[in-house]
Structure formats: C-alpha cells, structure tokens
C-alpha cells in the first residue's frame, strides 16, 4: 500500500512538472500545492478554469445545510449542477442524471485538522474525498470543471483558491485510470479556513474557508 501511495504522488509531481514545469511544494502532510503558479482567472465568489478549449465559471452557494456548486461553460453554454443535501447526505448531480445517498462506502468523512494550527489566525484541515464519491457525482469519465465541483461539493463552507487549478487538472487524469471506483482511495484535499478580527476584539468579523491543496491517498 505504501508503494502505491508513493507512486500516485510521483505520478503527480511529475505530471505538474511536464505540464507547467513548476515544482510542487509542500503545504500540509500528504498535500501539496503549486509555487509561483499563474492564478485563474477569479470574480467574486466565481472560480474560472481553463477546461479543454474553453473556459468554465464556477460558483457556490450554500443555504440552510444544502450545497450548489454550478458549473457553466462559457463557450458551450452548457450548464451543470451538484447539489449537495449535508443534513440528509443526499447528491444529485446533472452530470449523471442520479442522486445519490451518501451511505455506507460513499459517507462523507470529517475534515481532520492539521496538528499545530487550530489556534493560529489560519489553520489548516484535510478532507478525504474517495473516488466512489466522486464518480458518484460526475461519472465515469471526468474533466478539469467536473472534478473541481466535485471536490467543492463535499467541502462546507469552502471556495477554491485559483491557485490550485493546475494541480487540478494533473489529479484528473489519475482520477480518470481508475478503472474500479474505491472507497478507500481518493483525492485529499487541504483546506485552510483564515479568520479575519477587528482591533481589540477576539470574535472574528469574518472568515475564508478555501480548498488550497490536494494530492491523491
């Protein structure tokens, strides 16, 4: 299992280093993130990704415990949905024409946080994302646009930061050899939630939660 492991992780470092010919560097235990990568485009709470020869805006919305992450392609103008029930751990994906409960082998684990940081003004946590959950909601086959809204879907709360959408993109590939979804393997993804305080005061006026890392488990 540890070979494996290691296997995926250089498969994802030498797929960043092919594609962008920036190194990977370390954020958190098993989860990496990219140095001096040129950000994607970002609009308010709106991530674009570069997704074949097109472009892809994707937004967020979270209300009373249920998660809608849209992804609407610019030049198809083609439009998909994930909709995540948290309460009632139901999916239902336009992807796939299905809605899912989220049971079993596809239950949606806790984030865990990252020792040493649960009281600095950020702190980072990590989330296992396995690939049952995410074919799940995208199906077989996925792309740059599909994944990320997969990965958002099942972290509360959170935007992705821009940064990232390259590493993105090497993940994908992986995700899409994988012949037999597992429950045990996945896509761990760090997440950094960073509290914003006012002078003088202890409560945190406001607080960003993003997706800043992944890496393959």
Known sequence: MGKANLSRRGFIRGA????TGIAATALGPGVETLAGETEAETGGEVLTVRDGDGLVDISVKETDGVRTVTA??????????????????????SYTGETVELVGDLAVADEKPVAGNTRSR???????????????????????AALASALLAFVAGATMAAKITGLVNAVVTAVNNVASPSSSH????????????????????????QITGAALY
């Open 186 to 209: 996945g896509v761990r993804v760090t997440i950094s939630t960073t509290r914003y305080y006012r002078k003088g005061n202890h409560i945190p006026h406001r607080t960003v939660k």
């Open 16 to 19: 960043l280093f092919a594609a």
């Open 122 to 144: 950020t702190s980072y946590s990590t989330k296992n994302i396995s690939y049952a959950q995410i074919k799940s909601v995208v199906g077989t086959v996925t792309t740059v």
């Open 72 to 93: 609407a392609n610019r030049t198809t103008g083609v439009v998909n949905t994930i909709v995540y029930d948290i309460n009632n751990s139901i999916v239902s994906s």
